[in-house]
């Protein structure tokens, strides 16, 4: 690449540490910018930095905001009683997304991994049993991820929720609509005779 | 995408006008640069702005440079009586990449395209003949891409240098390497064989 001046090279090498980002887009991408007009190279610069800056973790659910709570736990057309628990914030939006749910999260910030050193203390379980405590909460689903980690997490609170009079529910697994019975997993075919429903 | 915060949606549009950078990517690329290290965004954060401050064409060749000479034209190991002329810097990128030229080079920024209203006086075809006059040229090298447009702008270019003594070559068109040749075009095909040389 030594045949770019040194400020081609630098944005190359810095862009190629994006994910999915090679070093050849990484020079499609510099040259694009490199022709942009000025104002639209300077916009992309500044909402990088205006990010880093801005955001932080809601207050009461740890999504990402930009204030210190974040525009679901500020909306009166959520439903306040109603907690989801996720993992992280990429999960949150695909439920979002989905407009399946209109109720409030709690992001968890990770899953129990002991592999990993990750217990309880690590993630924000201690925050969720503190929102559990307080009496308007009436029911927490657990949309953790169905894999080994998210399955321990999800036992884990479920565990420690027991005690108390909230509704604990999880997130159904099954075949996905639209999805064909031949293609599916084992397990996925399993937990989804095992969770049949009456119609 | 309301799911978001503002700085994020403002940086997922402007990433989105990336070339090959879809909503869907720009939303990865954003998160990503939430989650990396400040020092990261920030060194991209400054590295297109650098880009965009520094980089200027060579006075000489019209390539991208930092200096009023670009390292090529200043490299007293290229011979300098040998100019290869191509379309654009990223038709320079691609010879240097191969290794396969020792002499330097002049960007004409363009292509004769009538259609578009592109004439001689818009590209850098002056700037060609001027550099020609000089005495120490010795060969200049026609590396216009092979389409309709970059073959009338050789010819062109022929057509002006004819009465010089420099000796004017065209970059040879034929069957890549490892090339099979039931999947070569017939313009290809026919180019090839019409340029066949003996062995």
């Known amino acids: 690449m030594k045949y770019y001046p040194e ?10 540490k994006l994910p999915g980002i090679g070093k050849k887009t990484a020079e499609r991408l510099a040259l694009h910018i490199l022709y942009a007009p000025n ?15 801005s955001i932080r973790l ?15 736990c500020t909306d009166p057309s959520r439903d306040q009683t109603l907690i989801c628990v996720v993992e992280n914030p990429t999960d949150m939006a695909a439920i979002e997304k989905a407009n399946a749910f209109l109720g409030t999260y709690h992001i968890l910030g990770g899953v129990l991994s002991p592999i990993d050193g990750i217990g309880p203390d690590d993630i ?14 009436k029911e927490i689903v657990i949309a953790t991820k169905t894999n080994v980690e998210g399955e321990a ?17 999880r997130i159904a697994s099954g075949i996905p609509m639209g999805g064909d019975l031949q293609y599916i997993d084992q397990l996925t075919m399993q937990k989804a005779m095992e969770k049949r429903y009456g119609v």
Do not use: M, W
């Open 124 to 137: 924000r379980i201690h925050e969720l049993l503190k929102r559990a405590g307080s009496k308007k909460t």
């Open 39 to 53: 104002h639209e190279a300077a916009t992309l610069a500044a909402d990088i930095i205006e990010l880093k800056n």
């Open 153 to 169: 997490t999800a036992s884990y609170i479920i565990e420690k929720l027991k005690q108390t009079k909230i509704n604990i529910t």
């Open 7 to 16: 400020p081609i090279l630098k944005l190359i090498n810095s862009l190629s």
């Open 58 to 72: 809601c207050s009461v659910c740890f999504a990402l905001t930009d204030q210190d709570k974040c525009r679901i």
